[in-house]
């Protein structure tokens, strides 16, 4: 005969799972932290190994901007684990851009860089982009660190006032709060440039267009999840600004969450023509910390606009 179970001990049992159940559910809405592409696997890594994850860093070096395999038409070399010279020279262009030491191998300054959240708009730093700017102050020679695309790109002189509107917004953004921190964002170029900006309805024909997306939505630059990529923009006068649905989206965002008017505040500068700067401290800075906030304009920011956008 099967032992018997008292009905204390089934009551038990039942409120434990039951505890079980809440605390995972509870686990599943963002309490943790969300998966991320990690390179500290690789820390130390350099020229001549060849170390599974590898080319996950050629990956990304090229998503960026830095690697090119020439006569490469397969993609050969960006689906094996090799450490070679292009890798290599990427990384170098890589540390030099984000003012790290050139140490042309994976240290941990660099590893830690590459695995933080950022925009998806590639750096600026081959020959079809615009480079470094240079000005002279008296005797001395100031580089500058705000960039722009190949052609430097801008709205005409006479569209200084620019209408936006919202396309989709969904996951955990509420569309009052993505209102409101974009509104705060254009005020911010608004106050340091010439121009002018309004929010219309999406059947206006906009200039602009801000919408939320997930994977690959269609424009060549999918988003991947929680985490890695945040959102992108395009260049004048196309419009465009995508923000990743899947991220935890905040207003007054804690240590696992991502700053809305932070991330608005850069992309509109890709709007208006800037590309990303190598100044840590500026908004055009592509990489963002999460839980941090990034709202102020700096002053390579305002340089940045100011060169794009000459006062008359």
């Known amino acids: 005969m099967a032992p018997r179970i008292s009905s204390s001990v089934v ?3 039942v409120l434990f799972l039951t505890i079980q159940s809440v605390t995972i559910h509870s686990r599943s809405l963002g309490s943790t932290k969300p998966s991320l592409t990690s390179f500290h696997s690789l820390e130390g890594a350099l020229k001549g190994q060849t170390k599974d994850g590898i080319k996950e860093v050629k990956r990304y070096l090229k998503a960026f ?3 090119d395999y020439e006569d ?3 993609n050969a070399a960006l689906m094996d684990d090799k450490f070679d010279g292009t890798l290599e020279s990427a990384l170098k262009s890589y540390q030099k851009f984000y003012h790290l030491k ?4 994976l240290d941990a300054d660099t590893v830690k860089l590459m695995s933080a959240p950022r925009c998806r708009v590639p750096d600026s730093v081959h020959p079809w982009h615009a480079g470094r700017n240079a000005t002279k102050h008296g005797k001395s020679h100031i580089v500058t660190d705000y960039a722009f695309p190949s ?3 801008r709205w005409p002189p006479s569209q200084t006032h620019l209408s936006y509107a919202f396309g989709p917004i969904i996951g955990e953004a509420s569309p009052s709060d993505v209102s409101e921190a974009c509104r705060r964002a254009f005020q911010s170029w608004s106050s340091v440039s010439p121009f002018t900006f309004e929010q219309v309805p999406l059947e206006d024909s906009p200039n602009i267009v801000i919408g939320f997306y997930q994977g690959d939505h269609g424009d060549g630059y999918p988003f991947d999840g929680p985490y890695n990529i945040l959102a992108h923009a395009f260049p004048p ?3 465009s ?3 990743d649905a899947d991220e935890h989206w905040s207003t007054s965002p804690s240590s696992y969450q991502v700053d809305l008017e932070s991330v608005a505040v850069h992309e509109i500068g890709h709007l208006l023509g800037l590309a990303h700067s190598a100044d840590q401290n500026a908004v055009m800075f592509a990489i963002l910390e999460e839980g941090s906030m990034k709202r102020d304009l700096r002053q390579d920011d305002i340089n940045g606009i100011h060169a794009l956008y000459p006062a008359q």
């Open 151 to 153: 052609g430097m790109p």
């Open 237 to 239: 006068t196309n419009g």
């Open 65 to 67: 901007g830095y690697l």
């Open 102 to 105: 050139i140490t042309r191998k």
């Open 11 to 13: 009551s038990i049992l």
């Open 241 to 243: 600004l995508h923000f």
């Open 72 to 74: 490469d038409d397969n």
